[in-house]
């Protein structure tokens, strides 16, 4: 060695804790700047939206009038009275997609709050397996959503002429433009549920399963559906659609939770056999029910104009009802695919087997890992 040269030490091999830990290290190193708003987002999800609302209520209270701005967010827009003794109906418009972002931001907190501080306690005390505890709050989470927005869904319809898919009153006095308070604060929020729950399945917060993209395609067309039904005055067909929906999610989400839950097969199995049979009632037969009314009665003489004169609400017309079944058959088509995953499940209970989701993770379950599966999946491959 020369005179005057420093001999470097070499610098020590870390000793991971677990390969565990190097995974999240290393794929946190190669993700893009997509991988790590999502890893950022998902490590805030109570305090990022938490934040964001108290800067909204803050700013409202310095001058709490509907001609602060920020009033938008936290209450309904557009409030029309038509004389006093009239009971206040609702109009739509642009201040809707402020109540809506607001509506996202206290659904992400109520989730994760939820999962986090009620589900995971119950679940730990019930001896749920690590490997399923995430997936248990998830669904525990949308049982509970689900639960509360059928029966609100189910009242206002019952407050409706077409309650109980009296379908014809689906389309009697169209457009159906004023909305009570009740029918708004439903369908703003429903809106916001599903664009969040888009955000969750894009962002990968959840761990995708093999039918992906078949979950996407659903939120989407979903939404769609949502917000062309509320634009295009379109809500009472649209406040059937959510309880056909809801109500069947609210059993599936049961069963899957008793499943997690290890309990006795024979309980599982019974579950599911009920979820099949409201899965059939409601997302074939109901739902037919509902877009055959669109295809028969929409337009009937006796039940409106049907004639197109958007600048007074009037977008329904002979050639316009069937932009709205393609959105509605597309979805059932998708149900369509999903309930051939039920039969294949039936057929395990049938031969003596147990229940099981055909829709497996893409990845094992490890739901310590919170960065992107695809990248712990080229790490691991590395």
Same mark, same amino acid.
């Given at each position: ?58 700013? $409202? /209270?310095?001058?709490?009038? =509907?001609?602060?701005?920020? @009033?938008?967010? %936290?209450?309904?827009? *557009?409030? &029309? +009275? ?86 014809? $009153? /689906?389309?009697?006095?169209? =457009?159906?433009?004023?909305? @009570?308070?009740? %029918?708004?604060?439903? *369908?703003? &929020? +429903? ?192």
């Amino acid at each position: 060695m020369s005179k005057g040269t420093i001999k470097r030490k070499s610098k020590p091999i870390p000793e991971w804790k677990n390969e565990k830990e190097k995974y999240i290290i290393l794929a946190k190193k190669k993700a893009g700047i997509w991988t790590r708003v999502a890893n950022y987002i998902f490590e805030h999800q109570i305090e990022l939206p938490l934040k964001i609302i108290s800067a909204i209520i803050l700013s $409202y /209270l310095v001058n709490p009038t =509907p001609q602060n701005p920020f @009033s938008k967010f %936290l209450f309904l827009s *557009y409030p &029309i +009275q038509k004389s006093s003794s009239d009971e206040i109906q609702y109009g739509k418009g642009y201040w809707d997609i402020a109540y809506i972002v607001f509506w996202i931001l206290v659904l992400t907190f109520i989730r994760e709050f939820t999962m986090q501080y009620l589900l995971k306690s119950f679940a730990l005390y019930a001896g749920i397996k690590t490997k399923s505890l995430t997936r248990f709050m998830e669904q525990g989470y949308i049982f509970i959503y689900c639960l509360i927005s059928t029966s609100a869904g189910s009242y206002i319809m019952s407050q409706g002429p077409y309650g109980y898919f009296n379908t014809k $009153y /689906l389309w009697i006095d169209y =457009p159906h433009f004023l909305m @009570s308070p009740s %029918l708004k604060h439903y *369908y703003l &929020i +429903q809106f916001a549920f599903w664009l969040q729950q888009i955000t969750v399945l894009l962002l990968k917060i959840e761990k995708p399963r093999k039918d992906f993209v078949e979950m996407a395609a659903h939120h989407i067309i979903t939404c769609l559906l949502i917000g062309g039904s509320y634009l295009f005055n379109f809500t009472r067909m649209g406040n059937t659609v959510f309880v056909t929906m809801d109500f069947t999610d609210i059993w599936l989400s049961f069963a899957k939770c008793l499943k997690y839950l290890e309990l006795p097969s024979i309980i599982t199995d019974m579950m599911f056999v009920i979820f099949m049979i409201t899965w059939i009632y409601t997302r074939h037969y109901l739902y037919g029910l509902i877009i055959w009314t669109t295809y028969a009665e929409s337009c009937l003489p006796e039940n409106n104009k049907c004639i197109w004169d958007p600048l007074n609400g009037y977008w329904l017309t002979w050639w316009s009802k069937y932009i709205i079944l393609f959105g509605l058959v597309l979805l059932q088509i998708l149900m369509v695919y999903w309930f051939s995953l039920i039969l294949r499940v039936a057929w395990r209970v049938v031969t003596g087997k147990n229940a099981e989701d055909t829709r497996s993770d893409i990845e094992d379950d490890d739901d310590n890992i919170i960065v992107n599966p695809e990248e712990c999946k080229y790490t691991k491959n590395k």
